[in-house]
């Protein structure tokens, strides 16, 4: 979500007369976008404050703008904590961005809103970002989120269609559609179109290759979205659907609205109505009062399921959230860490025996750009893949036969 709103902010600045550069000595103006989901993402953020303040006291033209989950409602006490920035203004908020701009004199007029929108293909990528939910109505217990981006609120179908249409035009060939729980989308909207609609609506857009979404949510995903993803050819077979926690208490405690048993019978139902399927899942350890036996439950989970990707993260208590409010962090650091690392592990041995599977293999790849001297891009099912060719790749398909497999990538070579 802040990769695609760091893209509209340039796409904004870009028709403002501004240009993307490299080093932050010689910029004029700064966006900082600011993630707080963890104290230690905080910490990187209040760090980079600082760093700009000491650039500032150099180049006191220098502008600083900050966005992103860092920006509560109330930015009274972040303007008096850092008087050097120039503008605060809430993730996705862009009016107030706007009307600092105009301020400033930058050429704006409000239908750079919509314009602002359309940029997200910036850079050279084939791939788009796209919000099609804005916010969060769940209130885990854990989770800063709802208290950041606000209450959920779609975007119209229509609309979406129509950025999707001119993103296409201009050489688009990727979305993926962005919302903290994309399967909430549209109960807000007139005549509640749901995710399986709207991607019904964007399959039969012509020059459109692949269609991806994140995230699910294990409480709320529905039958018809899992038989629309297997039937949709553009629909990516690949889902990210956060677990969380593998034990029932736990997932009690943080407010997730299902169990365990629950959550290994829809991993059967989707893996028996869509065999392709590749599945990523998030876990925190250390959350308050995880005892051996709830991690041990967790560990058993992933060993059990053999998700191709598991993203973790040590709790870390946010203000203002229940769990911080009611339960103690009274899991140590080290002992966090231990369960961190010993997920890792495992994950290492599991993604690296299920991508061994397609060694001497043929797959199909959107080519999305080049580092160094290699291709890269990703399968349906989001396996990221290198390749060494001469010839201009970006954008396309290309059928890749794998030679080598790591637990975090493939590579190959290109098949004419
Ligand atoms: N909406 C998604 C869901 O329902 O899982 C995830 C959104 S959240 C911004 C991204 C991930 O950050 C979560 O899946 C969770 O694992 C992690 N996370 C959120 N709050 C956290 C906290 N207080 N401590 C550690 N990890 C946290
Ligand atoms: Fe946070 Fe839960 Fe909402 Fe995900 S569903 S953003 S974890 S409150």
Not at 106 to 110: D, F, K, R, T, V
Not at 242 to 246: D, H, L, W
């Given at each position: 979500m802040n990769k695609a709103e760091s893209r509209q902010i340039a796409g904004y600045l870009d028709s403002a007369g501004y240009q993307t550069i490299n080093s932050l000595s010689d910029a004029d103006l700064v966006v900082l976008n600011t993630c707080v989901v963890r104290q230690s993402a905080e910490n990187k953020v209040l760090g980079t404050l600082g760093l700009l303040k000491g650039l500032k006291n150099k180049q006191p033209n220098l502008q600083i703008l900050v966005t992103g989950?860092?920006?509560?409602?109330?930015?009274q006490e972040l303007e008096t904590r850092f008087p050097h920035v120039d503008l605060l203004f809430k993730p996705g908020d862009y009016y107030d961005l706007i009307a600092w701009g105009k301020k400033q004199g930058?050429?704006?007029?409000?239908r750079l809103l919509r314009y602002t929108r359309n940029?997200?293909?910036?850079?050279?990528?084939?791939c788009a970002l796209i919000s099609i939910i804005q916010g969060c109505?769940?209130?885990?217990?854990?989770?800063?989120v709802p208290y950041r981006r606000g209450r959920e609120v779609s975007r119209p179908v229509e609309e979406i269609v129509c950025e999707v249409e001119v993103l296409v035009e201009r050489g688009i060939k990727e979305v993926t559609l962005l919302g903290?729980?994309?399967?909430?989308?549209?109960?807000?909207?007139?005549?509640?179109?749901d995710l399986a609609d709207l991607l019904n609506e964007l399959s039969s857009?012509?020059?459109?290759v692949r269609i991806r979404f994140l995230t699910n949510h294990p409480k709320d995903i529905s039958m018809k979205l899992i038989d629309t993803v297997a039937s949709?050819?553009?629909?990516?077979?690949h889902l990210e659907l956060?677990?969380?926690?593998?034990d029932d208490d736990i997932l009690k405690t943080m407010r997730r609205g299902y169990n365990v048993k629950r959550y290994r019978e829809l991993v059967h139902t989707i893996r028996r109505k869509v065999p392709q399927i590749s599945l990523s899942t998030d876990i925190i350890v250390g959350?308050?009062?995880?005892?051996e036996e709830h991690f041990e439950r967790s560990l058993s989970l992933i060993k059990d399921m053999k998700f191709d990707v598991v993203h973790v993260a040590a709790y870390s208590p946010r203000p203002g959230t229940l769990a911080w409010r009611?339960?103690?962090?009274?899991?140590p650091a080290s002992v966090k860490k231990d369960r961190l690392n010993k997920i890792e592990e495992l994950q290492a041995a599991v993604a690296s025996d299920i991508n061994l599977q397609l060694q001497g293999k043929e797959v199909e790849i959107l080519v999305e750009g080049r580092k160094n001297v290699k291709w890269f891009g990703r399968t349906q099912s989001n396996k990221l893949v290198f390749f060494e060719d001469t010839?201009?790749?970006?954008g396309r398909l290309a059928r890749i036969q794998i030679e080598k497999t790591s637990p975090w990538s493939l590579g190959g070579k290109v098949k004419k």
């Open positions: 989950c860092l920006v509560n409602s109330n930015t930058m050429p704006i007029e409000q940029h997200a293909c910036m850079d050279s990528s084939p109505d769940n209130f885990c217990s854990y989770c800063i903290q729980n994309v399967d909430s989308y549209g109960h807000d909207l007139p005549g509640h179109p857009i012509d020059d459109l949709l050819n553009k629909v990516c077979k956060p677990v969380q926690a593998g959350f308050p009062g995880e005892t009611e339960y103690q962090d009274n899991i010839g201009d790749w970006l």
